[in-house]
């Protein structure tokens, strides 16, 4: 199992483990629309300030994160997503903890930051057990289609 870069071959993958609206918000919020879709994707993942990574084991994608350059010092994970097909086998955590590897390889950050929504309470446990603590900062809930979703800002020194 290794961390690597994303290559514009894996966002059909990474994708198709979303069939549902809500499950996308959960995961990307309104930053790549529903249907998802792969252009936007490869798009983003272009963009300088990000980067994205996947967890892979030969040929299976079994996970995906991005990690968001906030300043000289703080780095932020997002969109983390775990293959349906592998869920809750321990490779949430796994992804975690080689995210935070290759992000100690830059010594420039001192602090990781995520925010994950309150009701995603496997996500939550799965940070917290990994040493991130709930922090007082904003934004404290997201909007969809007129409902206010919690939002947790967590961190974690390095």
Known sequence: MNLRK???QDAFEVISW???EKESLYWGGWMFGWPLSEAEMVIRSELPEIEFLVLSDGND???FIELQHISETEIRLCRVAINPKYRGRGF?????ALSIEEVRKCE???VVTLAVFAENVTAYNCYKSYGFVTVDK???????NGQKWPLIQMKTAL
Do not use: D, W
């Open 61 to 63: 994608r079994l996970g």
């Open 6 to 8: 994303f290559v514009a």
């Open 18 to 20: 979303f069939s549902t």
């Open 138 to 144: 904003e934004p404290k809930f997201r909007e969809f």
């Open 108 to 110: 420039q950050f001192n």
């Open 92 to 96: 949430g955590r796994a992804l975690i």
